[in-house]
């Protein structure tokens, strides 16, 4: 396995194990879920690592020189010695080479990495897909947290879609009035006190979705 494919290998892991470690500083909630991922980049850059330093020594074995001078070639005696040299060193050689090539191709087919690019598009996917897993988990729970929680002001619960339903359906498409509301509301200190203002002066139908919902958010003003 070439050097320079080690390296890229390396430098791969090494920028998807710093962006987990950075996502998981600011969201420790996802360390559990996220971990095995983490995990597995470690091994994998520790095996890519175990490659390089096998190549290296590997290469540090000088396998063409021999003791002999090559340029006496008519004598049989130095071709014996010669002969008997490289069938020494053949051994070595080759079990230096297989021990790389061994754990490379596991390495490799375990992975199931081929080239850079596919590995680099391998990375880019996981780390997308855990990323969009962990950002719904955590939208999904600020979520649940926003509405389930106390509000101080009730507009802030009141999506863009819920304040053109509410304007539409409850205040005649007058904002004015809308926005007179939401301040009032806001502005009170008494839940059963707003609700029975809204029975007087409009006249909603209280099972009708939009006052029902309304009503829910004028109510999570005082939980």
């Given amino acids: 396995m070439n050097n320079k494919i080690i390296i890229q290998l390396i430098n791969n892991n090494l920028e998807e194990i710093k962006n987990l470690i950075n996502h998981f500083q600011n969201e420790q909630d996802d360390l559990k879920s996220g971990f095995p991922l ?12 175990e490659i390089l330093k096998l190549n290296l020594d590997n290469q540090e074995i000088d396998f063409t020189s021999t003791p002999l001078d090559s340029e006496n070639n008519s004598d049989k005696q130095s071709k014996s010695v010669i002969e008997e040299y490289e069938i020494q060193s053949t051994p070595i050689k080759a079990a230096a080479i297989e021990e790389v090539k061994a754990i490379s191709e596991s390495h490799y087919i375990e992975e199931g990495i081929q080239l850079i690019e596919p590995i680099k598009n391998n990375v880019e996917k996981t780390a997308s897909t855990l990323n969009d897993k962990l950002q719904a988990t955590v939208g999904k729970n600020l979520q649940e947290q926003i509405q389930k929680s106390k509000l101080v002001d009730i507009q802030s619960a009141i999506g863009i879609n819920d304040q053109f339903l509410f304007i539409r359906e409850l205040f005649d498409n007058n904002s004015e009035d809308y926005k007179s509301a939401i301040n009032y509301i806001n502005k009170q200190i008494d839940c059963n006190k707003i609700i029975s203002h809204f029975n007087k002066t409009k006249q909603w139908d209280n099972e009708k979705d939009a006052v029902i919902q309304f009503f829910n958010l004028i109510k999570r003003k005082f939980e």
């Fill in 38 to 49: 983490l995990e597995s980049r470690l091994a994998s850059l520790n095996k890519d690592v």
